[in-house]
């Protein structure tokens, strides 16, 4: 079946660390994404790529790197710098609509919950 | 910049009663989408429904639908019948409709409101 697998499910960072969260989809989509989920805040988004070799800043970006060599992988490092990177992190990737004939625009993957040690 | 307001945190529903959610939004532009979406304890993001702000008629999915005030920026939730399994975290999301294929496709959440239905 097509998706969205990420992993870890759960990540321990120390202090002073950098963590890579991976997400992978076999979805042949075009865009995906990275969202940060805190309680009562919903979902804010840290990055995201359009094409293969690029990719845009989100609304809180500050502490997160990204790379998309790949169509189908858009890892996440929660770096050092990330004061406060205790959250639970989802990926998500999408058809471009004007050609996407599915109902769900956005696929998301399961998680993965990042707590610091 | 777009905006999503979700102003009911949490809400309560007997089983089999109906329950309305409620989400407004804030934006400049004129073409563009809006999700609900839920996600239950197991924190799989799952779409409930879809809305074309092009589109009048309301949006309808078995025993959810939404009732879209364009004019007033209003996108509520109506879920019929509630169900225990229908006791979630839901979250309205707004996507500004891209021009030709260009555009982020990017979503603007609300901060949720959490849903429980009582046996």
């Known amino acids: 079946d097509g998706g969205i697998t990420q992993s870890p499910k759960y990540l321990f960072r120390k202090e002073g660390q950098n963590v890579t969260l991976s997400c992978e989809q076999n979805l042949n989509h075009d865009a995906m994404y990275w969202y940060r989920q805190d309680p009562g805040q919903g979902l804010r988004l840290i990055y995201y790529s359009q094409i293969v070799n690029d990719f845009q800043k989100g609304d809180i970006a500050e502490g997160y790197s990204v790379s998309r060599e790949k169509k189908e992988s858009f890892p996440l490092t929660v770096t050092s710098a990330q004061k406060n990177p205790t959250a639970f992190y989802l990926c998500a990737s999408i058809y471009h609509i004007p050609r996407g004939s599915s109902n769900q625009p956005q696929h998301f993957g399961d998680g993965t919950r990042l707590s610091i040690l | 910049a777009q905006t999503v307001t979700q102003s009911q945190p949490e809400m309560s529903v007997q089983e089999a009663e109906t329950v309305t959610l409620s989400c407004t939004y804030d934006t400049s532009e004129n073409n563009y989408y809006l999700f609900w979406y839920k996600q239950p304890p197991s924190r799989q993001m799952i779409l409930v429904i879809r809305?074309?702000?092009?589109?009048?008629q309301n949006a309808t999915e078995n025993r959810f639908s939404v009732n879209f005030q364009k004019a007033a920026k209003s996108f509520s939730l109506k879920i019929s019948d509630s169900q225990l399994g229908d006791t979630a975290m839901y979250f309205c999301?707004?996507?500004?409709?891209?021009?030709?294929?260009?555009?982020?496709?990017?979503?603007?959440f609300g901060k949720g409101t959490k849903l429980s239905v009582i046996p």
């Open positions: 809305q074309e702000a092009y589109k009048q």
């Open positions: 999301a707004f996507m500004i409709r891209p021009y030709s294929g260009a555009g982020s496709y990017q979503l603007t």
